[in-house]
């Protein structure tokens, strides 16, 4: 199946994460950071079919991971498709990343994780968001940026403290209201 983003044409494939509310709300994020400032080096984790390295790889170097080989397989093709140059490969996290980047971009999973239904794990937080906070500063570069997408049933104010104690300023820079929850974009620099 296809999906569209403006110019952005996307394959999207069974098993990978498609672009919903979220996406397109953090995406407008980026394209807003694209605007105000030059970012020499981007990586995205968890690219799902790969829209925000997309539109990063427009100006910028791009690095992007996901945990799932068939979402790497499709940001790679939908990347080639819509003629941009990105690295991608398999990584939990930061795991088999090296280097630090300006701009670190997560639409993690982000719902609390109160089943065991087989596919909630593409929206279910079993901790990623902790994970990532904790590693990600080991990843930017001195100036460096982070953009995190999460809901309201996330828990607002236990990640802006996650954010706070690994040494991080954090703002809400947009947000969308849908029907059961608020969608928030984080904007985290090291202090």
């Known amino acids: 199946m296809n999906l569209y983003y403006k110019d952005i044409k996307l394959t999207v494939s069974e098993n990978v994460y498609e672009p919903r509310e979220d996406s397109i709300l953090i995406a407008e994020a980026l394209e807003e950071k694209l ?30 991971v996901d945990l799932n080989p068939r979402a790497v397989e499709i940001t790679k093709k939908n990347a080639e498709s819509n003629n941009v140059k990105i690295k991608c490969f398999v990584s939990d996290l930061f795991k088999n990343v090296e280097g630090k980047f300006d701009l670190i971009v997560f639409n993690p999973p982000y719902l609390p994780d109160k089943d065991k239904i087989k596919g909630s794990e593409m929206w279910s937080d079993d901790g990623t968001i902790k994970r990532f906070i904790e590693q990600s500063k ?39 209201k849908v029907p059961w929850e608020d969608l928030l974009v984080l904007e985290a620099k090291l202090l």
């Open 35 to 64: 605007k105000e400032k030059k970012y020499k080096t981007i990586l995205e984790v968890g690219c799902g079919s790969g829209l925000l390295s997309i539109i990063a790889a427009k100006q910028s170097a791009v690095t992007c």
């Open 138 to 176: 080991q990843h930017l570069e001195k100036n460096g940026e982070i953009l995190l997408l999460i809901s309201s049933l996330t828990g607002l104010k236990r990640i802006q403290t996650l954010f706070k104690d690994n040494n991080f300023s954090v703002n809400i820079i947009k947000n969308k």
